[in-house]
């Protein structure tokens, strides 16, 4: 089945650094990835969509400037949480999902990411 | 916000099955039900899914009423490691694009030895 891992599982940054976290589609080729953001206690809150190649669309309410996202390739697509502070501490979450015009092949999730920042 | 309704929390006991409720009745015709479920500090696993035949899988089965407005998955047998939090959403699978998948609240589900 799909599989899309993530990377780092865990992280503790200083305030002001700045933190890369990577999704990867293992065997298939990602068509559109979606992050996430979950505080404790809460449900998961869409940050953005992104397509290969292409900007990323923002959910209102979160800084383009602050969570860059990438995703360069079918099978890579990175977050970057720029400048840090710990209120940026939370569990990021990425999903992958994937079609080949004929059929989708549903949505696979990342074990995600646990961002500490200190 | 979230299209989809669900208690907030429940209890099954072990062996027994587990049948968690959800509302959608403002579903469109071209939307899917999925279900997955998120253990602490995990990513979320999927479970099922459906559009209005009712399925069934090794993990679970799914009911949705003929009406589309409501669904409801069956854990046959809850064990230990079912306790989790359960979340359906509804979302388009058009051919070639993917609608974003908006979660809700979700429904804590405890099971109880």
């Keep these: 089945g799909a599989v899309v891992s993530q990377h780092p599982s865990w992280v503790i940054c200083k305030s002001g650094t700045s933190v890369k976290i990577e999704c990867r589609s293992l065997d298939f080729q990602a068509t559109t990835m979606f992050w996430y953001r979950q505080f404790p206690k809460q449900s998961l809150m869409l940050m953005a969509t992104s397509n290969e190649g292409s900007k990323a669309t923002y959910e209102q309410g979160v800084e383009k400037d602050k969570f860059l996202i990438n995703h360069a390739s079918l099978t890579l697509s990175t977050l970057t949480v720029t400048s840090a502070h710990p209120e940026d501490s939370s569990f990021y979450i990425c999903s992958a999902t994937r079609t080949d015009g004929r059929q989708n092949y549903g949505y696979t999730f990342g074990s995600g990411t646990r961002l500490t920042v200190v | ?113």
Aim: aromatic fraction near 8%; proline fraction near 5%.
């Design chain 2, 1 to 113: 916000d979230a299209k989809t309704t669900q208690p907030t929390s429940m209890d099954c006991a072990e062996g027994r099955a587990a049948n968690l409720p959800c509302n959608h009745s403002t579903i469109s015709g071209n939307e899917y039900v999925y279900w997955y479920r998120q253990i602490h500090s995990q990513g979320p696993q999927y479970i099922i899914h459906g559009l209005k035949n009712n399925e069934t899988n090794e993990m679970a089965s799914l009911i949705i009423t003929e009406d589309r407005k409501s669904s409801t998955l069956i854990l046959p047998h809850a064990t230990l490691r079912d306790t989790a939090v359960y979340y359906c959403i509804v979302s388009l699978r058009a051919k070639t694009s993917y609608d974003k998948v908006i979660f809700g609240p979700g429904t804590s589900l405890s099971v109880i030895p």
